[in-house]
């Protein structure tokens, strides 16, 4: 069992470090891990944020295990030398087409949602969110125009292959939910052909299975019942820009973006499951970055999903959920729940309870 970690920019080190005091509290037997540069760190080092050993790296493990990137001083580079091209270029070069991003109010913790107990015990909600694709990954560019304003273009699009794969995903993911066999699939249709094409391509896709609830809801009604009535939702099936915008909200509506895990897949099985890379939806919270105040549940939580997906320990995953909620439950919370505790002592924490 081989993990790439790649810890990356701002609090980055810190979650993960946290995240792979975990794994290595439950001893599994064949555990290697192996460590890379990733993000501005890398740029700083190697003179690009994914340099061709760190991918090479990641393509020869069974998974990997990602903090986060992005780092202000270098929002003034050219594109292709920013951070956040780090994980972009994984997602791409691995094929990670399918992101995965339950968002979930553990039970008995309804409190540390902003939002009112009795709605916030309803969340519990799947994103299946499109990642190779998308305005994410068009042709686009800068260019001055006749007027002399300079203008800013990016193109969006989506191919009927690329639709029907990740609504396979969010099918199979939908039915393993007990009454949860529902997928809601958000996009825009009434103002984009990209949309249309979405939408016409889930629906087609939906003809091979019957079991499977399917409906349709623009992205801004979709944003407004998330908040609103969040347990009307199963899986959201969705595109690369929407899916991250509106997980980031379900974030919020949880109690904090310190507590949501993520899974990106896409085809490619290893000798002990699928393939794929795990990571925290936050990002590298420059303003909170070597402070020691960063919340690793999220990343922890992520180290989870991969023992699930990739490894097929299903046990140990849920041993680690339970640890986290179970320490949740007992009033560990780091600044971002209102609490003091520090991400070393939340890491402590979770393994004391494992
Ligand atoms: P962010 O997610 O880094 O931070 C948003 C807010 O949430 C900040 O106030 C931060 O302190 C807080 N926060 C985030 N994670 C937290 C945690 N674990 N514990 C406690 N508080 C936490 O988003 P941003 O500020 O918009 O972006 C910062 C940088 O991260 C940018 O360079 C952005 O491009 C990058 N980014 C990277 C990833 C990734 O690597 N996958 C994801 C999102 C953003
Ligand atoms: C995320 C992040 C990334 C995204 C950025 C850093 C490229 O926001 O993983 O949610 O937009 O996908
Ligand atoms: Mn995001």
Known sequence: MKIAVLPGDGIGPEVTAEAVKVLEALALPGLILFEGDVGGVACKRHGHPLPPETLTMARECDAVLFGAVGDPECDGLERSLRPEQAILGLRKELELFANLRPAKVFPGLEHLSPLNSEIASQIDMMFVRELTGDVYFGEKGTRMRNDGLREGWDMMSYSEKEVTRIAQVAFRTARGGADKNRVTSVDKANVLETSQVWRDTVIAAAGSHPDIELSHMYVDNAAMQIISNPGAFGVILTGNLFGDILSDLAS??????????????????????????????????????????????????SAAMMLRHSFGLEGEAARIEKAVADALADGVHGGDLGGDYGTQAIGEAVRERL
């Open 252 to 301: 919020a509506a949880v109690g904090s973006i310190g507590l949501l895990a993520s899974a990106s897949m896409g085809e490619r099985e290893t000798e002990h499951g699928l393939f794929g890379l795990y990571e925290p939806i936050h990002g590298s919270a420059p303003d909170i970055a070597g402070e020691g105040k960063a919340n690793p549940m999220a990343t922890i939580l």
